[in-house]
């Protein structure tokens, strides 16, 4: 099993920056693809971006050309850039691991765009 901790999340203005990061332990060596995802109270929860083994990248169309997913295997951290915050990018941000057993999800980290 594969254990998820987020972190990096805040307020900040819109234009401004962040970086969300996320710490795998556990079964590691099975993961094949991790991401993010984001949900605001009573809505969904929306995918956000993808990276997999092979450092392959997709992103939401909402995010693609501000946001940008990265991972440093060895420390087994995934991470997510994001530029030009606006207001509509505010929910909590999950981090999740694929393997071919199960997904694996991080409690959430809050991401608030406001003046």
């Known amino acids: 099993q594969v254990q998820l901790v987020e972190s990096g999340g805040g307020l900040v203005q819109p234009g401004g920056s962040l970086r969300l990061s996320c710490a795998a332990s556990?079964?590691?060596?099975?993961?094949?693809?991790m991401g993010w995802y984001r949900q605001v109270p009573g809505e969904q929860r929306d995918w956000v971006a993808t990276?997999?083994?092979?450092?392959?990248?997709n992103y939401a169309d909402s995010v693609k050309g501000r946001f940008t997913i990265s991972g440093d295997y060895n420390k087994n951290t995934v991470y997510l850039q994001m530029n030009r915050l606006r207001p509509e990018d505010t929910a909590v941000y999950y981090c999740?691991?694929?393997?071919?057993?199960?997904?694996?999800w991080g409690p959430g980290t809050q991401v608030t765009v406001a003046s």
């Open positions: 990276i997999t083994q092979r450092r392959s990248t």
């Open positions: 556990g079964s590691t060596f099975s993961i094949y693809g």
């Open positions: 999740y691991a694929a393997t071919r057993a199960m997904t694996s």
